[in-house]
């Protein structure tokens, strides 16, 4: 009878004797609402109902606020509606204003039950329907960009991406909210941390571990978080915003060049790697820390990707042959995964020498996840250093393909390939790693 509501609003509900479709008065503290209950979205709280007013506006009203609540008959007046309907659009038009934009993804998606189902759900409705408390937060604006899987997301995408999010910010918004699946969101989420130089607003990107549908999504205070965070963070660079921990009582906002999806379905599954986050949420406020890149900067926008880059992990037994297929396929650069500071089997060095002969430019990391590559320790560090092997400080490795296919689009010039690789642009390189 209720759908969507539960807890203190289901109970708020039954003592009134009201049911969805019902059209209703509710006197809050401050005014009196006339118009139609309607359903809850999966992931909204048990704090607010929702009602729809003749003009179409949806509005959220928090439980606590709630003095009185009648079932009418009678419609309400002309009068009565158009002097709610502008209270609202005054109350929208001096909020920040805020847009968000959707590739996909757990987070931006609604289940049909009727049907099994899944399907985009990030209209301005939608989203004030599900997180009434939004409506206090930031005016909202919503795009569409894509419906994707994020294992489906290419490089032409990060560059789609990238000119929506100018497009935006050229129309005078106050943050960027970008949602997108997890399993690809650190790589996307460093592509946009290269593209986007000198940001004037924060744009974070935000994903969810658990469906909406679930008892335990983290969907709700992912999103409402982002869209806080977009509001009033001081910093204007790009950034990843998901749980701290298991429970719901922080979230953490890290550098987009800095995090790796650590686990397949925790709700913490993201981390920051061999730096410090960028920022933590506890309720409604926010902790930064330093350095960080300040607002008010004048954007400039390079969005291209070499796709012709690839990323090789060293193995014991690792076949000679992939760089031979790399080669004769005119591959332009390739980053290599290797194993403890940056070192990989020697019959491979030949095949590697030749690579760069050939004009590819190679990488080295490591699979390590914490600590950086010292490629001067042991010998073979050396051998690989006097090749020309480019040594990746300490970056991840997706964010290194992410950079090398960055560069490699940018310029051709050797020298200036490797002076670019070897500094740090987005924070993706630190002079001491840290463990946070």
Known sequence: MNSGYRGRALELLKKYEVNIGDRILVKTKKAIFKGILIPRSEIGDDLHIVIKIDDGYNIGLSVDSIEHIEKII?????EENSKVIQKIKESLSNLPKVSIISTGGTIASKIDYRT???????TAEDLYRAIPEIGEIANIKTEILFNLLSENIIPEYWTSMAYAIKKHIDEGVEGIV????TDTMGYTAAALSFSLR???IPVILVGSQRSSDRPSSDAYLNLKAAIFTAVKAPFAEVG?????SSSDNELIVHRGTRTRKMHTSRRDAFQTINSKPLAKIIGN???VYEPYKRRGGELELKAKFDNKVVLIKSFPGIPIEIFDFLIEKKYHGIVIEGTGLGHAPEYIFPAIKRAIENGITVVMTSQCIYGRINMNVYSTGRMLLSMGVIPAEDMLPETALVKLMWILAQTNDKEEIRNL???NISGEISERSEYW
């Not at 009678?74 to 002309?78: D, T, V, Y």
């Not at 990843?240 to 701290?244: E, G, R, S, T």
């Open 74 to 78: 009678e419609g309400s007046s002309k």
């Open 285 to 287: 406020k926010i902790e």
């Open 178 to 181: 970008l949602t997108h699946g």
């Open 421 to 423: 690789f070897l500094t």
């Open 240 to 244: 990843v915003l998901m749980h701290a």
């Open 116 to 122: 099994g189902a899944v399907s985009p759900a990030l």
């Open 198 to 200: 000198n940001l004037p």
